[in-house]
């Protein structure tokens, strides 16, 4: 079994900062691409960012390019999300995604393992 835990979210003034970590245990965290999503009230699961598992392209949603930066440190099991100059709009759940394949997509149906979410709120 996978589990994906996110933390790290909360309440931010726009913009300010955050950084969203998910911390993966069970299987071979080195070896999945990894993705972030989001979801606001009322609105369908949105591509974030992903990152493959070993050398690619890393990859952004339009909406948050130049703002929010996808890491990862395969050594603590971790995926990172930094959240710079946040706006109103990046108001949602926050969830980190896995793939048990080295290939990036923003397609959440090609993901195996999901988190449980994370809130980031920013006010205005």
């Known amino acids: 079994q996978v589990q994906l835990v996110e933390s790290g979210g909360g309440l931010v003034q726009a913009g300010g900062s955050l950084r969203l970590s998910c911390a993966a245990s069970?299987?071979?965290?080195?070896?999945?691409?990894m993705g972030w999503f989001r979801q606001a009230p009322g609105k369908e699961r949105e591509f974030v960012a992903a990152?493959?598992?070993?050398?690619?392209?890393?990859d952004y949603a339009d909406s948050v390019k130049g703002r929010f930066t996808i890491s990862r440190d395969n050594a603590k099991n971790t995926v990172y999300l930094q959240m710079n100059s946040v706006k109103p709009e990046d108001t949602a759940v926050y969830y980190c995604?896995?793939?048990?394949?080295?290939?990036?997509?923003?397609?959440?149906?090609?993901?195996?393992?999901w988190g449980q979410g994370t809130q980031v709120t920013v006010s205005s």
């Open positions: 995604a896995g793939r048990v394949a080295g290939r990036i997509t923003r397609d959440y149906n090609e993901y195996h393992y």
């Open positions: 069970g299987r071979t965290f080195s070896t999945y691409s």
């Open positions: 990152i493959p598992w070993s050398a690619g392209r890393i």
